[in-house]
């Protein structure tokens, strides 16, 4: 039996708005093996960043456990999460998040460094080699496209080894053929180096995903596997429809 890279048991998280409050999750149970490329999908606020940043460590649930890489994270103090997130987690952002007066290189080793490791250039430059960027290092971040940029910010994630990447709509700021490009490099991650990759997104072309998890009202509503882009579009469309 596969165990899982990251499980979800019993997930809930409520929030206090105002004088009300908002359940984001609802009791989630999953488990996603390692080696494997997840896509959260669901309506707006069906509780996918949630989901997300729950299963990174980077939010607290209000009940219920997340396994990661064998760490139960509920046991683990503030120090312990950071710790967690800086070795064991990379995290991709819609919005690419580069430091703009340096260069692809060094966006890439800013966190490692920043964390107090000495990086070498070696490691920068497998890093940039494994997202096709080996000879753009020294390019600041005008001088590359809104799809290169996104793949500095990918090196930068894939630097210090991750155990999970967790990208919150990757594709999000870019257009349709530059967003396939994106996917279709998490993909080679995947099939390639068994990268353990969860990625929320709102694009039909996760079929490129192994798994499709579509939430609705912060529920596991049902997995999606070995599925068309057309299909999930007609499956979300008819979930929205009763939102
Ligand atoms: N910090 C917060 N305080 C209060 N309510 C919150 C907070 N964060 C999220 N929520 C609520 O929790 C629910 C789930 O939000 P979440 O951001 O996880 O949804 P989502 O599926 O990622 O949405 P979208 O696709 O629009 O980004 C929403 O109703 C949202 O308003």
Known sequence: MTTAMVALHDLRMEYTAGRGRVTALDG??????????TAVMGPSGSGKSTLLHCAAGLDRPSSGE?????VRLSELDETGL?????ERVGFVFQAFNLISSLTAAQNVALPARLAGRRVAPEEVAAALGRVGLADRSGHRPVELSGGEQQ????????LTGPSVLFADEPTGA?????SRQVLALL??????????IVMVTHDPVAAVADEILLLTDGRLVDRLTATSAESIAARMAAVEATC
């Not at 950071?82 to 800086?86: E, G, H, S």
């Not at 080679?188 to 990268?195: A, C, I, K, T, Y």
Request: hydrophobic share 45%; aromatic share 2%; glycine share 10%.
């Open 187 to 196: 993909r080679g991650l995947v099939d390639e180096r068994r990268q353990t």
């Open 66 to 70: 997340v396994v990661l890489d064998g």
């Open 174 to 178: 870019l257009d349709a053929t530059t």
């Open 151 to 158: 793949r500095v910010a990918i090196a930068r994630a894939l």
């Open 82 to 86: 950071t710790i967690l997130r800086r």
């Open 28 to 37: 989630v149970t999953v488990g996603l093996p390692a080696g494997t490329f």
